[in-house]
């Protein structure tokens, strides 16, 4: 099997990956791994001066989307404020390196959602145990 080979069939199974998800507070976790991958693939391909890959531009936004839409403003208060705004953040990094501008924080925009990613997990598990 030639590389092109390999690479079109992980590809292909990448693609056609479809995940389960039935708790909502899982479906969140999963989506801030996905947007935290996504951000640091385009980071290190703004980093290297390399295309940034367009499915990982997608997979960003689409997250962003995914997370922005899930809030409850009115239940979450603060809260969900702050998580807007955090999205809105990466969100806009994310179009300032579609737009090829030098100034885009990527690698900032993973290392936030990195951060939500393990207050979400810390939260997962007191939730479990209660």
Not at 40 to 53: C, D, V, Y
Not at 93 to 106: H, I, N, S
Request: aromatic share 8%; hydrophobic share 45%; charged share 25%.
């Amino acid at each position: 099997m030639t590389f092109e080979n390999a690479r079109t069939s992980y590809r292909r199974a990448e693609t056609n990956k479809q995940i389960e998800i039935e708790d909502p507070h899982e479906m969140i976790g999963v989506t801030l791994r996905e947007l935290e991958r996504a951000l640091r693939i385009l980071a290190n391909a703004q980093e290297g001066k390399l295309p940034l890959p367009a499915n990982y531009l997608n997979r960003a936004f689409t997250a962003i989307y995914i997370l922005q839409s899930s809030l409850d403003f009115e239940r979450g208060g603060e809260i969900a404020t702050n998580l807007f705004q955090v999205y809105e953040f990466c969100r806009l990094q994310v179009v300032d390196a579609f737009a090829r501008k030098p100034e885009a924080k990527l690698a900032a925009s993973a290392d936030h959602i990195a951060s939500l990613m393990a207050a979400w997990q810390q939260m997962s598990v007191r939730v479990k145990q209660t």
